[in-house]
């Protein structure tokens, strides 16, 4: 899958959005699933699940993201996005893309990561 590259992060106030993008090289982009991945400060350890793709535009999200964001990808531009609407405190966490080994949700246990962006939600 090559390298990927994140983009988009900062700090933004409740209520606020914000666009992450993802661009990969190195690999045809359009045959692998991918989604993004998040740290937060309380739990450094694990990366949970925000919202991922399969390689036919298959889509599914966390609860707590549901309705706020949205994911999607340009094949043509090897690029993913993560549209993020209405963010909350608690969604401050740096945000990892992931390509996934594979086109299936099940292939997400390999792949690439990205090197992260930050995303702070304060007042």
């Known amino acids: 899958q090559g390298q990927l590259v994140e983009s988009g992060g900062g700090v933004v106030q409740p209520g606020g959005s914000l666009r992450l993008s993802c661009a990969a090289s190195g690999g045809i982009f359009g045959i692998y699933a991918m989604g993004w991945f998040r740290q937060t400060p309380n739990n450094a350890r694990e990366r949970e699940l925000v919202a991922r793709m399969t390689s036919d535009g298959t889509a599914e999200y966390a609860d707590s993201v549901k309705g706020r964001f949205t994911l999607s990808r340009d094949n043509a531009r090897n690029t993913a996005y993560l549209q993020m609407n209405s963010l909350k405190p608690e969604d401050t966490a740096v945000y990892y893309c992931r390509v996934a ?23």
């Open 101 to 123: 080994g594979g086109p299936f949700y099940s292939d997400f246990h390999r792949g690439a990561w990205g090197q992260g962006t930050q995303v702070t939600v304060s007042s």
